[in-house]
């Protein structure tokens, strides 16, 4: 292994020491790099997990190993110098885009979101001074209107208990009263909006002077914190999307940068590393005293790769949601420039690699292990979770519009693509469920062994469970939860099904038919708090065998039919793109009246979700921001199309398994095209 050190000059102040280094690696085909910046030998403090730190110094280092591959010439961060307590807009026009940026902003629902020129250049595209050119006040702090009384003198004459008559004009008592209560229930939404917010501000995690995340749980009563107060990748992204649509992006693009930075840094569990590009799952922010012995202290990053976590489980998720947040900032602010930056296009390489790498799978879709995503607890969600795989889908959408085209790259697009269209297809063909499905799988053949085999997963009829066959609607259906090799796991798993619908993964129909069973079942999923994390509970000895008596997923609570706010905002996006707010804002409206009162949980117990969880944390940064995200969701529609996307035609062109050559099968590639606009 060749190592080497360098120094790196930053415009961050102030100005952080990175101790992190590099190994060089061809995965991209990159030599070793040969730079005249000094070298600093400082072999006698290398270890096998470096720390990020910052102290008041005036230059800024990165000393140490580090995977992968770094261009000595690129800054070690790129932050902005606006001041994190003013509220920015992104440019003069009502979209907030810089009007001289060269890029435009997709604004209008269901318009698919199209490719933008990609370049062979890492040279930014926007004038990286509109991002912080024009500032607002306020923000959402809006005054309702108020009708504090209603006078009723000389000339007002009783008709009836319902009408009067003032200056000679009927007035309708009811539909005063009724305004009045409009408007009281605006000022009580305002209100919880305000308290949100500063909830939400709280939260922030600052390193070097600057804001790089939210604690999962900021709750001052809470003398045992556990990890809720590291900054988790997935928990962020509603935090952070909750700043982009308030027009502050500063705090976005820090986590973006340093979380990068943690990447490339060496994990072992037991002797053994991972593969490169994990990210993740969270970090914290320490002070400790700095080398020399002197009594000052520095602030250090200090990530956890799964190796503290329960079970040592890696976060598979964490790469994928880095890699959709990483689009959304680009989408909000204009600011495509950052993911352009050759540190970034090598970020978003590594994760693929990771995920893209070759194996004994036959399915396109990924393999994890059980506790990999939200879910990281054991639940029996090994195998292929429809979670990780709709965020795998996202994310390899994402990574096609971001990915700069070149030599080096073309291949990985390329792989990119056959990965769409084969994942698509299988999620499509094989996950979805509604009662015609059911009903053919309950007369399913089994021990086919034929290349026409309609049973081609060896399904027995009798693991439909009991409850499906009278819960599922006639109008509507879903993507099953789990699909392996003679197993189907027929629980319907919110997160999965929402962003199916959010990225397309499913058909029209299918996207159309999630929401109708939704709608149906508005008792089961949602009741008095949104949403089911899953549906149904594990119980009884069911719940012994699959999650080993774990006394936190104990039927109806936490990952175990548990009720989470924080999935709120993706439910709305999904909503929103369907053409049906309306059921957003009816979930929106009854988190409302609890989330509050009940100093925003975490999550909720009971199968109607009546209780606050038995261990739920209070202020738990993700309700909040997630119920914040759904607000300015719907006031702004416009917004929500940045975050979505529509059926991408091409992929289901795109057809690699050269069947029809061999002479043995015919594609069934065609099944899934038919199935649009159905």
């Known amino acids: 292994m060749n190592t080497s050190s360098c120094i790196g000059i930053s415009t961050m102040k102030p100005c952080c020491r990175i101790l992190i280094g590099y190994r060089i690696s061809s995965i991209f085909g990159v030599s070793h790099i040969r730079s005249n910046h000094k070298i600093v030998n400082n072999s006698s403090k290398l270890h096998s997990k470096s720390k990020l730190s910052c102290y008041n110094d005036a230059k800024c280092k990165v000393i140490g190993h580090k995977k992968g591959v770094i261009d000595l010439n690129r800054r070690a961060f790129f932050a902005s110098g606006s ?18 940026s060269s890029r435009g902003i997709l604004v209008i629902p269901h318009v698919a979101s199209d490719f933008r020129n990609h370049s062979t250049s890492i040279d930014s595209h926007v004038n990286e001074k509109g991002f912080e050119s024009i500032y607002i ?20 004459v009783k008709e009836d208990e319902s009408r009067v008559q003032v200056n000679g004009s009927g007035v309708n008592l009811d539909i005063l009263k009724d305004l009045n209560e409009n408007v009281e229930t605006e000022s009580e939404a305002s209100n919880i909006e305000k308290e949100a917010w500063k909830l939400l501000r709280d939260a922030v995690v600052n390193y070097c002077g600057n804001p790089v995340g939210t604690v999962a749980a900021n709750n001052p009563a809470d003398k045992q914190p556990l990890n809720y107060d590291q900054v988790f990748i997935r928990d962020f ?45 969270s970090f914290k ?3 400790v005293p700095l080398d020399g012995g002197d009594g000052t202290l520095e602030e250090v990053l200090d990530p956890d790769f799964g190796e503290s976590a329960i079970g040592r489980v890696a976060p598979v998720d964490s790469g994928l949601w880095w890699i959709i947040l990483l689009r959304a900032y680009g989408k909000i602010t204009g600011d495509y420039a950052l993911q352009e930056r050759v540190d970034v296009q090598t970020g978003i390489r590594l994760i693929l690699n990771l995920c893209l790498t070759d194996g004994f799978d036959m399915f396109p879709s990924l393999l994890v292990t059980d506790g990999s995503c939200m879910i990281d607890r054991r639940m029996g969600i090994h195998g292929h979770p429809l979670e990780i795989q709709s965020l795998f889908y996202s994310a390899l959408r994402c990574s096609r519009e971001m990915l700069i085209v070149n030599d080096g790259t073309k291949n990985l697009v390329a792989a990119i693509n056959n990965r769409l269209s084969a994942l698509s297809f299988h999620v499509r063909e094989y996950y979805w469920v509604d009662m ?54 027929f629980r319907f798993f919110t997160l999965g099904n929402l962003w199916a619908i959010v990225s397309s993964l499913g058909t029209a129909r299918q996207n159309e038919g999630i929401l109708n069973l939704i709608e149906a079942k508005w008792d089961d999923l949602v009741a008095h708090m949104p949403l089911k994390i899953c549906y149904p509970a594990l119980e009884y000895e069911e719940w012994r065998i699959i999650t080993g008596g774990d006394p936190k997923n104990t039927p109806w609570s936490y990952h175990n039919g548990g009720s989470w706010p924080t999935l709120l905002w993706q439910f709305t996006l999904a909503c929103i793109k369907m053409g049906r707010p309306e059921l957003a804002q009816k979930a929106v409206a009854m988190a409302e009246k609890r989330l509050s009162v009940d100093q925003w949980p975490e999550y909720y117990d ?17 309700t909040i921001a997630g119920y914040l995200t759904s607000k300015m969701l719907l006031e702004n529609p416009a917004k929500a199309s940045l975050l979505f996307w529509e059926e991408d035609y091409e992929l289901l062109e795109n057809c690699v398994c050269a069947l029809s050559k061999t002479g043995r099968k015919k594609c069934l590639r065609f099944a899934a095209r038919s199935q649009i606009g159905v």
């Not at 290349?451 to 599922?472: E, G, H, M, R, T």
């Not at 009971?606 to 993700?622: A, E, N, V, Y």
């Open 83 to 100: 001041n994190w307590g003013e509220s920015k807009i992104l440019g003069k026009n009502k979209l907030g885009v810089n009007k001289d």
């Open 137 to 156: 006040q306020g923000g959402l702090n809006r005054k309702p209107l108020v009708i504090e009384k209603i006078e009723n003198g000389n000339e007002v």
């Open 237 to 281: 992204v509603p935090s952070a999307l909750a700043f982009l649509l308030n027009g502050e992006g500063e705090i976005v693009k820090n986590f973006l940068l340093n979380t990068l930075q943690l990447q490339s840094w060496e994990k072992t569990v037991d002797c053994y590393s991972p593969g490169q590009g994990l990210m993740p799952a």
């Open 285 to 287: 922010v320490r002070t």
């Open 436 to 489: 015609k499905k059911i009903n053919e799988i309950y007369r399913y053949k089994t021990e086919e062994y034929s290349a026409d085999a309609i049973n081609k997963f060896n399904i027995y009829p009798d693991q439909i469970p009991s409850w499906l066959v009278d819960w599922i609607p006639n109008e509507g259906g879903y993507l099953i939860g789990n699909l392996e090799p003679g197993h189907m796991d």
């Open 606 to 622: 009971t199968q109607s979700g009546r209780f606050i969880g038995k261990q739920s944390r209070l202020h738990q940064t993700w």
